[in-house]
């Protein structure tokens, strides 16, 4: 139980495009995910938290602009990188916590970005 | 801000031995704790938690202890297995925190046949 995945799992774009990455949880409801950011041999950045059917909450020094969240169902948040630059390459993960779950996070495969 | 941290950034052990892998946190209102291991290039894989009213905790080869009174957190490892290499990070939940997670540094363990 408690699966996440996520698509596209890596993704090469050009820069100025906008990149969607969707997250799901496969069978539990995610009343809140997460969203965070990892660059090679550092840990996990928390970008925002989402909760279904609201505004994400956006961590300190993270544009809300430019990294749009939305949890439009209790299984499903996307976020989207617009007019993606090199330096937003990364690779993205998210997590998703829900009832029964407590506090556990559960993460996603994670998404590769590379913006050339 | 406060953070949680780890002593050892990488450990090699011999295939078979017990692993050891140390956390310290700061912040006294944590209350519970997760270790993750993360194979590279995936996302993080839950291995096991504890709550801050309990000391240790069992998994399935793994135990987690927790000492409040200086506030660390240890993973080990019983019979460590090639399988086990990845990068291990602990990661605390505030009290009343809506549930974010604070992620450790991380620990690379390496296991040498």
């Known amino acids: 139980g408690a699966v996440v995945s996520q698509h596209p799992s890596r993704v090469i774009c050009k820069s100025g495009t906008s990149v969607k990455i969707e997250c799901r949880s496969l069978?539990?409801?995610?009343?809140?995910m997460f969203w965070y950011r990892q660059f090679p041999k550092q840990s996990l950045m928390l970008m925002a938290t989402?909760?279904?059917?609201?505004?994400?909450?956006?961590e300190q020094g993270v544009e809300k602009d430019k990294f749009l969240i939305n949890h439009a169902s209790l299984t499903l948040s996307t976020l989207t990188v617009t007019s993606a630059h090199p330096e937003d390459s990364s690779f993205y993960i998210c997590?998703?916590?829900?009832?029964?779950?407590?506090?556990?996070?559960?993460f996603g495969p994670g998404t590769r970005l590379l913006v050339l | 801000g406060e953070s949680v941290g780890l002593h050892l950034p990488t450990l090699s052990v011999q295939e078979g031995d017990n692993s050891i892998i140390n956390c310290a946190y700061s912040?006294?209102?944590?209350?519970?704790f997760i270790w993750y291991k993360q194979e590279s290039g995936k996302g993080p894989q839950f291995i096991i938690d504890?709550?801050?009213?309990?000391d240790k905790r069992q998994g399935q080869r793994v135990t987690v202890l927790l000492n409040k009174t200086v506030k660390h957190l240890s993973l080990q490892i019983a019979a460590t297995q090639p399988g086990d290499s990845a990068v291990y990070f602990c990661?605390?939940?505030?009290?009343?925190?809506?549930?974010?997670?604070?992620f450790g540094k991380g620990t690379k363990l390496s296991v040498k046949p």
């Open positions: 997590s998703a916590g829900g009832p029964g779950i407590q506090e556990t996070q559960y």
């Open positions: 504890i709550r801050s009213n309990m």
């Open positions: 069978d539990f409801q995610a009343t809140t």
């Open positions: 989402s909760n279904e059917g609201s505004k994400a909450t956006y």
């Open positions: 912040n006294s209102a944590s209350d519970y």
């Open positions: 990661a605390e939940n505030i009290r009343g925190s809506q549930g974010n997670l604070i």
